[in-house]
């Protein structure tokens, strides 16, 4: 599976944005961008994804590199709850399927 | 969304016995539930793959006879860890699919074992 690189911690105030960036340089063309964040003593949940254009939901938006090398999860208006491990995965073909965990981007928020 | 549960929520066990863990799809079926373990500030990583009605598949460097793995419904697995020992001691977490078509993976609220 390509491999992925986030920054190992961030600090956001609350109510600010937050750009957490994600590196897959080595992605495929059937490759999807996944995110999941894990909120402290939960399992993941799964926050966006997408292949080439950004996309938005009631979450987070996802803002996604022309050459799909690089990926950004954009969280608007970060609050104390969104505090968690955030990890973007490839998965290939979007098929449901295991999910392989990176070292993941921990997002402290700060009041 | 679809919902998954896992029970118990924590365990606290004595060196040498077993715990059975169980992972419950509540309103889909899953024909595949996964089982992952995260250690303390680490990642997850996965150690196995429940297949309804036939053997689980297991991550190298997982020993089959120890974390015994039991799919017996479309809604249920269980992980049953055996002669527990404190370095077995984790965060146990499940997910599992609606299956083909759908694309995200839910997950279980985890389990926290600790072996004394």
């Known amino acids: 599976d390509a491999k992925t690189t986030q920054p190992n911690s961030m600090e956001s105030n609350e109510e600010e944005p937050v750009h957490l960036p994600c590196n897959h340089s080595t992605i495929s063309g059937t490759d999807y961008i996944h995110w999941y964040r894990q909120l402290p003593s939960q399992g993941p949940e799964y926050v966006i994804h997408g292949l080439t254009s950004n996309v938005n939901n009631r979450m987070a938006s996802l803002a996604i590199a022309e050459d799909r090398k690089s990926s950004t999860l954009i969280l608007h208006r970060a609050t104390l709850r969104d505090a968690a491990v955030y990890y973007c995965i490839l998965i290939y073909n979007n098929a449901g399927n295991m999910l392989t965990f990176g070292g993941g981007t921990r997002l402290m928020v700060k009041p | 969304g679809a919902v998954v549960s896992q029970h118990p929520s924590r365990v606290i066990c004595k060196s040498g016995t077993s715990v059975k863990i169980e992972c419950r799809s509540l309103?889909?079926?899953?024909?595949?539930m996964f089982w992952y373990r995260q250690f303390p500030k680490q990642s997850l990583m996965l150690m196995a793959t429940s297949n309804e009605g036939s053997k689980a598949t297991y991550e190298q460097g997982v020993e089959k006879d120890k974390f015994l793995i039991n799919h017996a419904s479309l809604t249920l697995s269980t992980l049953t860890v055996t002669s527990a020992h404190p370095e077995d001691s984790s965060f146990y977490i499940c997910?599992?699919?609606?299956?083909?078509?759908?694309?995200?993976?839910?997950f279980g609220p985890g389990t926290r074992l600790t072996v004394t």
């Open positions: 309103d889909f079926q899953a024909t595949t």
């Open positions: 997910s599992a699919s609606p299956g083909p078509g759908s694309y995200e993976q839910y």
